[in-house]
């Protein structure tokens, strides 16, 4: 009897303390996600192209007369002032012109004049008159043509600015309208870069230019002056840009930079998302859905383009006020519960407190 008494305390003892054991369940930890929230109502994606630094105004100067250049006055870099003399021409054959048409116009003046003053008097007849005054025009024309070609002789300054290359010098012949040398502008540099037509036609939905100059880390923003609207040979359209006023520190002619485009892009339901909330399953990206009971689901999107800041832009798949997981996305599963990361509070900057 008194084992048996034993044997039912044990049996009791054993039950109590599997009863005790049994309330010590494990506790399953619900990850906490980052994650965020799906937009469509438009958004703004940066292209970047290269550029140059080109000056305002660029002329490859000429005489309008051919003959021998007989002075270069300037030097490659020489900066000149408007109206300076550049270069000239052998000119003595143009001054010889010069005076045998000065000569035959004083004769035919003096001419005109006294067959005029009698015609006053009624002396001569009026197709006397008509002859002479038409006489005295045509000479008087060719007297200034011949004062003009003398002057063309002489190359100036159309504007401030530097010499940027001799082509020709002396003693060469030159012909009407053959490059001699070329000059630029030394007001403020222009930005000129060259888009495809795809950007062309979309030239609409540009919102704003900025320039990052070589060795400088800080974006200027610029101005749009015009963009050509015939392309070029390689089938792109140049973009000119100006420079603000307030930039006082200018990038030298000649020198690159990198432009940006902003461009605001709207197309039915087309997102922007970080490209770390993607995913693949069977060569398909997919994302996770965050739905209000706090699971998460998968979904397939098809993906239009990666931009340059790590962003992916979503054709199809996601709608507007969707929560999507951005980061974590490969350590999830199918229906698993998770608990989004809390915003950051504006009065504890990094959750120092």
Not at 116 to 138: C, P
Not at 178 to 205: C, G, H, Q, T, W
Not at 248 to 257: C, D, V
Not at 304 to 325: F, P, T, Y
Request: aromatic letters at 6%.
């Amino acid at each position: 009897m008194r084992n048996i008494i034993l044997y039912l305390i044990c049996i009791v003892c054993i039950n109590v303390i599997s009863s005790c054991g049994g309330n010590d369940k494990p506790h399953s930890s619900i990850p906490i996600v980052k994650t965020d929230t799906i937009r469509t109502s438009g958004f703004t994606s940066t292209i970047e192209y290269p550029a140059r630094i080109l000056s305002s105004q660029s002329a490859a100067l000429a005489f309008k007369v051919s003959g021998n250049l007989s002075h270069m006055y300037v030097h490659k870099g020489d900066r000149v002032k408007k109206g300076q003399l550049l270069s000239s021409i052998d000119d003595k054959d143009y001054s010889l012109q010069l005076e045998a048409t000065r000569a035959e116009y004083e004769r035919i003046k003096a001419e005109a004049s006294r067959i005029i003053s009698l015609y006053k008097d009624s002396v001569v007849t009026a197709a006397d008159y008509d002859k002479a005054r038409y006489g005295l025009e045509q000479i008087t024309a060719k007297y200034h043509n011949a004062q003009n070609m003398l002057s063309y002789t002489h190359l100036y300054a159309p504007y401030d600015g530097y010499v940027s290359s001799i082509i020709l010098d002396v003693p060469s012949v030159v012909g009407a309208g053959m490059p001699v040398l070329k000059i630029e502008s030394s007001s403020r540099p222009e930005i000129e870069i060259n888009i495809p037509l795809s950007l062309y036609n979309a030239r609409d939905k540009i919102v704003s230019y900025s320039a990052t100059f070589d060795g400088e880390k800080d974006r200027v923003a610029l101005k749009a002056i015009n963009i050509l609207p015939s392309a070029n040979a390689s089938q792109l359209y140049a973009v000119r840009l100006a420079i603000p006023d307030d930039i006082t520190t200018l990038p030298p002619i000649g020198s690159t930079a990198i432009v940006h485009i902003s461009l605001h892009e709207k197309v039915d339901n087309t997102c922007k998302i970080p490209s770390s909330a993607l995913w693949s399953k069977e060569g398909v990206s997919h994302v996770w859905i965050y739905s209000p009971n706090g699971n998460v689901t998968s979904r397939e999107v098809e993906i239009e383009r990666l931009d340059r800041e790590g962003n992916a832009i979503i054709k199809k798949g996601l709608s507007s006020g969707e929560i999507i997981i951005t980061a974590g996305v490969h350590n999830l599963h199918e229906g698993q519960k998770v608990k989004p990361m809390p915003s950051p509070s504006k009065t504890n900057v990094g959750g120092l407190l």
